[in-house]
C-alpha cells in the first residue's frame, strides 16, 4: 500500500538553496522556502550531494548517471513526477515522498529526501516539506545574512578554484 498524501494546505513548498559542508565535512542539503527566509538543513551522503548539485547545475556527463536513468524509467512508463513531499523525521532521520502521476492516478513512493529532492530538480517538479516539520526543524535566516550569502555566492562564481590553495571548502 502506499502512503497517503498530505492536504496541499499542509505543507510548504520549498526549492534548493544550496549544498554546503558542515563544520565535519558532511554535506548538508539547504532547501530554503519559497515564500519565507526560513531553511531546513538536511545532512546527505557525498553522492547524493553530487546527485542534487549535478542536476541544479544541468551538467553533462558522457554516460547517463542513476538520475538520468531514473527519468527515463519514469517517462518510459508514461509517467510523471508531480511533486516531492518531505513528510516527517524520526529517529534523526528524514522521510520523503516521491509523488507520481500516471494514467490519472497519483502513485506515492517512500525515498530518501536526498533522492526525492535530485529526482525533482532533475524533472522540474516542486518540493514541498510538512508544515509542522518546518516549524519544528528550520531555520530562520536574517535578511543581512542573506545578502552576505548571495553576495558571498556571486564572488566565488567569478573565482578560480585554484586561487583557494590548499584551503579546504
Given at each position: 500500500m502506499y502512503p497517503s498524501l498530505p492536504r496541499r494546505d499542509s505543507v510548504i513548498e520549498v526549492e534548493v538553496h544550496g549544498v554546503s559542508l558542515d563544520l565535519n565535512n558532511t554535506p548538508v542539503l539547504l532547501l530554503r522556502e519559497r515564500e519565507g527566509n526560513r531553511v531546513l538543513p538536511i545532512w546527505v551522503g557525498p553522492v547524493e550531494?553530487?546527485?542534487?548539485?549535478?542536476?541544479?547545475?544541468?551538467e553533462p556527463f558522457e554516460r547517463p548517471l542513476t538520475i538520468?536513468?531514473?527519468?527515463?524509467?519514469v517517462e518510459a512508463l508514461g509517467a510523471r513526477v508531480e511533486r516531492v513531499i518531505i513528510n516527517k523525521?524520526?529517529?534523526?532521520?528524514?522521510?520523503?515522498?516521491?509523488?507520481?502521476?500516471?494514467d490519472g492516478s497519483l502513485i506515492s513512493i517512500d525515498a530518501r529526501p536526498s533522492d526525492s529532492v535530485a529526482?525533482?530538480?532533475?524533472?522540474?517538479?516542486?518540493?514541498?516539506?510538512d508544515d509542522a516539520l518546518m516549524d519544528a526543524q528550520a531555520k530562520e535566516i536574517a535578511e543581512d545574512e542573506q545578502a552576505k550569502l548571495d553576495e558571498l555566492k556571486e564572488r566565488l562564481k567569478d573565482t578560480d578554484p585554484e586561487n583557494f590553495g590548499d584551503f579546504r571548502l
Open positions: 550531494a553530487s546527485a542534487i548539485t549535478y542536476a541544479v547545475r544541468r538520468d536513468v531514473i527519468k527515463r524509467i523525521m524520526k529517529n534523526n532521520t528524514y522521510y520523503a515522498n516521491l509523488v507520481l502521476s500516471r529526482i525533482a530538480v532533475h524533472m522540474h517538479a516542486p518540493i514541498f516539506v
